[in-house]
C-alpha cells in the first residue's frame, strides 16, 4: 500500500522510511473510495444471477472491497445495472439513482442494460440505460461472466484513481442536478423533452389529418 | 393423444351439440366454443369429465380472418395429454366470459390476455393490465399494433440481409430512443393514472369476529420492486393489519421484455436464445419446451443420443435450479447467504458441464429442432458421471443434515403459507408447489414426452402443502432427478446428435402445437401457431413462475407478512419468466 501511496515526488528520509507515508490528498481519498466500493444489491435479470456468482465463493468480489452489498441507495456507492431495463422499471432505477448519496458510481453489466441487448425491439425495453442515468463502465456481454464483471470493477477502480477532488462533479459549486423523473403516459416520458413530445404529436397529427382530408378531395374533384 | 382423451371429446361434442364444434382448420384439435356457452361447457368439463385443471390460457389475433380467438388447454390432474377449447369473438370490442369462476386459476392469464391483446373478459374479479402500466397507449401483440423501432412484420430484415446496409435504429426516431407517441397528445396535461385502481381494491377490510377485540389501524405496505427479497423486480402490495396480512396482490411486468411479440418477429430458430432468457436459472428445460413444440408441428424426431443428451441436460439444470432454490429460500428465512453459498458451489461445478458442452454458463442455446447443437467434448462424460455418481449425492445428503431438522427452519415453515390439493388445483399451480400440496401430477409421468418413459424414478410428492414441504420436495426432486442421471450416464448411446441436416431456416408446416415439459419451477408450456411462414403467428410461452404467482395470495392470507417473502421463496419464481 505504502508504495502505491508514495509517489508524490518527495523523498523521505532513510530514517522515516517505514514509518512516515507522503502523498497527495487526491490519492489517499481515491484510494480509500475505490478499496471499499459498496454496491446496491439490485438485481435486474438474469446478469443479477453472474452478479450474485461474483460474489459467492468461487469469485468473491470480497477480495475488492466490494462484499457490502446494501440493499438501501443511501448506503451504496455503486448502482450495478444487472439486466434488461424496461419502462415500467426506469422509473424506479432514476429515483434510486436519485437516492444514492454522492460519490457514486453506475456500472451498465451486460448487452441490455448497455444498448437493449437482444430485447432491443421491445415496445417496453429502454436501449441502454445510459439514456437516463449516466453510466461509468460499460460491460459487454450476454449476460457477462463473472470474470468479465470483475475486469469492469477493476476498470472502474482504475477511473477512480484518475479523478481529482477539484473537477469531480460533486464538489462543484452549482452541485450536480437531480435527474427528473420519467412520467408513464402513453409511453415513456422524460420530463426534460416535453416540449419535443409535444412538437411531434402536433406533427403527427396534422400529417394524419392530411391523409384523412386527401382521399376526400380527391373523390370530390 | 390417448384414447380416453378422444371417448371424452366424442362425448362433448355429443352433450352439447349446438354449442361445440370440432375445430377443423388444417394441422389445428380441440373444439371450438360459442363464448356465451364457455362457462357451461367448462363448468360441465370440470364437473363431469374431470378437467380440473386449467394449464393455459391465451388468445391469438386472427388479423386476416378479423377474428380474436382464446385458447384454452384443460387437464386432468390425473394425467393424460390437454384438451383445446377455444371460443372466437369480433376483433372490435373483443368480450368474452371471464372463466375465474370455474376456473380461479385464470385470473392472472385473462389480465394478461386484456393487457397485451385487448380481449375483455366479462365477470372478472379485477381487470387491470398486468404487464404494461395503466394509460399504456395500445395493445402490443394486436397484429396490426407495431413497436417505435418497428422495421419489418418478421426477421430476416431485409436491411440486414441480403444486402446487409445496416443502419442504427435510433437515428430514425426523433427521440433517439423507442418512443412513440398518439397524434395530438399533450404531456402537460396528462394526469398518469399510477396505482390508484390498484390500492382502491385494496381498501379498508372488514376485520372477521364481533369487533370487540382491540381497536387497530389497516395500513398498506409495498414490497418491491426493489427488495431483497422479491428475487427480482417483483412487487408485492399488501394491507396489513397489525402484522397480519388481509389482502395481497402481486405486482409485475418490471422485468416485461417483450417475449412474445419479438419472438413473433423472429424465425423459429432465432427464438430458441430468447428462451434461454425465459427463467435464466434453467435455460436448458426452456430449450426443451420449445424444441418439443416445434418438433411436435414439424413431425421430426431427435435421434437416440440426442434424447439422452437431451434428458441429461434438463436434470442437470433442474438440480442446478432447484440447490439454488433452497439457498435463496434460506436466504429469505434469515439464514443470510451462508445455504446460499453452498448451492451456489453445487451449481458452479454443474455450470462448469454446461460451459464446456455449450460455450456459455447460463444460456446454453443448446436445442435443435430434431437434436441438439453439439456433441459432449472429450472428458466432459467422465466430469458428469463424477458429479452424479459420487459428488451431487453427497452434497445433497450435507444439505438434507445440516438444513432439514434446523431449528429455525422448521419453525418458520411448518404450516406456514397452507395450499391445499383443491386450492393447488383450481388456482393451476404447477410443479413443486402443486406436488407439495399432495397432487403427484409430474408431467414426465402424467404425460410422458421425450424418452422419460424409460426411466425409474418416483414423482416426488408431499401432502403438508406448507413452505416446509416446499422446501423438502425439492431435495427429493434433486434426488430422483440424480436418479434419472445415474441411468442416463450407464446407458448413453453412441450416435448422431441431430436428425438430417442441422438447419437454419426450418420448414414449419402451418397449423398449431402445444408442447409442455416438467420444468423446474413447474409445467412450462409453448402455444405456437404457424401459417407455414417463416415466422412464428402467435407464440406464446406458459411460464410456470407466472401462474404460481396467483396462488401467492390464498397462500398468505392471515399468515404474518414476514411470512409473506418467506411463501415468495417457496414458489421459487424468475422474473424473466413472470414477465417474459
Known sequence: MSDELNSTGYDIPPEMQGQVAITTLDKIYNWGRRSSIWPMMFGLACCAIEMICTAASRYDFARFGMEVMRPSPRQADLMIVSGTVTKKMIVQIVRLYNQMPEPKYVVAMGACASGGGPFKEGYNVVSGVDNYVPVDVYIPGCPPTPQALLHGLITLQKKIDTQSIKQVRWYQKEGSEVIPVPVLGPDIMDPREYDLIKQYTAEKLLKQQAQLAEPASETSA | ?580
Open chain 2, 1 to 580: 393423444m390417448s384414447e380416453l382423451t378422444i371417448t371424452v371429446d366424442t362425448s362433448l361434442t355429443a352433450r352439447f351439440p349446438e354449442s361445440v364444434v370440432p375445430d377443423e382448420r388444417k394441422g389445428y384439435a380441440g373444439y371450438i366454443v360459442k363464448p356465451e356457452n364457455l362457462i357451461e361447457v367448462a363448468t360441465a368439463l370440470r364437473d363431469e369429465m374431470g378437467y380440473d385443471y386449467l394449464t393455459s390460457l391465451t388468445g391469438v389475433d386472427y388479423l386476416p380472418d378479423g377474428k380474436m380467438e382464446v385458447v384454452y388447454h384443460l387437464c386432468r390432474s390425473t394425467g393424460g395429454s390437454p384438451l383445446a377449447l377455444k371460443t372466437q369473438v369480433g376483433r372490435q370490442d373483443s368480450t368474452v366470459p371471464s372463466l375465474v369462476p370455474v376456473y380461479p386459476g385464470a385470473e392472472l392469464q385473462e389480465r394478461e390476455a386484456w393487457d397485451l391483446l385487448g380481449i375483455s373478459f366479462e365477470g372478472h374479479p379485477d381487470l387491470r393490465r398486468i404487464l404494461m402500466w395503466e394509460g399504456f397507449d395500445g395493445y402490443p401483440l394486436r397484429k396490426d399494433w407495431r413497436e417505435a423501432f418497428f422495421e419489418e412484420e418478421g426477421k430476416p430484415f431485409k436491411s440486414r440481409w441480403p444486402e446487409g446496409k445496416v443502419y442504427r435504429v435510433e437515428d430514425k426516431n426523433v427521440f433517439n430512443k423507442n418512443i412513440d407517441y398518439p397524434a395530438g397528445f399533450n404531456p402537460e396535461t396528462w394526469v398518469p393514472e399510477g396505482d390508484v385502481a390498484l390500492y382502491a381494491g385494496m381498501g379498508r377490510i372488514e376485520p372477521v369476529g364481533d369487533g370487540a377485540g382491540m381497536k387497530t389501524d389497516q395500513v398498506i405496505v409495498n414490497l418491491g420492486p426493489q427488495h431483497p427479497s422479491t428475487h427480482g423486480v417483483f412487487r408485492m402490495v399488501v394491507t396489513l393489519d397489525g402484522e397480519t396480512i388481509l389482502a395481497l396482490k402481486p405486482v409485475m411486468g418490471y422485468l416485461h421484455r417483450n417475449h412474445e411479440k419479438i419472438g413473433e418477429r423472429n424465425t423459429f430458430l432465432q427464438n430458441m436464445p430468447f428462451t434461454d432468457r425465459l427463467d435464466y436459472l434453467s435455460s436448458m428445460s426452456n430449450n426443451f419446451g420449445y424444441a418439443l413444440t416445434v418438433e411436435k408441428l414439424m413431425g421430426i424426431q431427435p435421434p437416440e443420443r440426442a434424447e439422452y443428451l437431451r434428458v441429461m441436460m434438463a436434470e442437470l439444470t433442474r438440480i442446478s435450479n432447484h440447490v439454488w432454490a433452497i439457498g435463496f429460500l434460506l436466504n429469505d428465512l434469515g439464514a443470510y447467504f451462508t445455504p446460499a453459498l453452498y448451492a451456489i458451489q453445487e451449481r458452479e461445478l454443474i455450470l462448469d458441464v454446461f460451459e464446456a458442452v455449450t460455450g456459455s454458463r447460463m444460456m446454453c442455446n443448446y436445442f435443435r429442432f430434431g437434436g441438439v447443437a453439439r456433441d459432449l467434448p472429450e472428458g466432459t462424460l467422465d466430469q458428469i458421471r463424477k458429479l452424479v455418481n459420487d459428488r451431487l449425492p453427497r452434497r445433497v445428503d450435507e444439505l438434507d443434515r445440516y438444513l432439514t431438522n434446523n431449528e429455525i427452519i422448521r419453525a418458520r415453515g411448518e404450516g406456514v403459507g397452507v395450499l391445499t390439493p383443491q386450492q393447488a388445483i383450481a388456482y393451476s399451480t404447477a410443479g413443486p408447489v402443486l406436488r407439495a400440496s399432495g397432487v403427484p401430477y409430474d408431467i414426465r409421468r402424467a404425460d410422458p414426452y421425450s424418452i422419460y418413459d424409460r426411466f425409474e424414478f418416483d414423482v416426488a410428492v408431499r401432502y403438508h402443502g406448507d413452505v416446509y414441504d416446499r422446501y423438502l420436495i425439492r431435495i427429493d426432486e434433486v434426488r430422483q432427478s440424480l436418479r434419472i442421471l445415474q441411468q442416463v450416464v450407464r446407458n448413453l448411446p453412441e450416435g448422431p446428435i441431430q436428425e438430417g441436416k442441422p438447419q437454419y431456416q426450418v420448414r414449419v408446416p402451418a397449423g398449431e402445437a402445444y408442447g409442455r415439459v416438467e420444468g423446474p419451477k413447474g409445467e412450462l408450456g409453448y402455444y405456437v401457431v404457424s401459417t407455414g411462414k417463416p415466422n412464428p403467428w402467435r407464440y406464446h410461452v406458459r411460464a410456470p413462475s407466472f401462474i404460481n404467482l396467483t396462488a401467492l395470495e390464498p397462500m398468505s392470507l392471515g399468515n404474518k407478512i414476514a411470512d409473506a417473502v418467506a411463501n415468495l421463496g417457496s414458489i421459487d419464481i424468475v422474473l424473466g419468466e413472470t414477465d417474459r
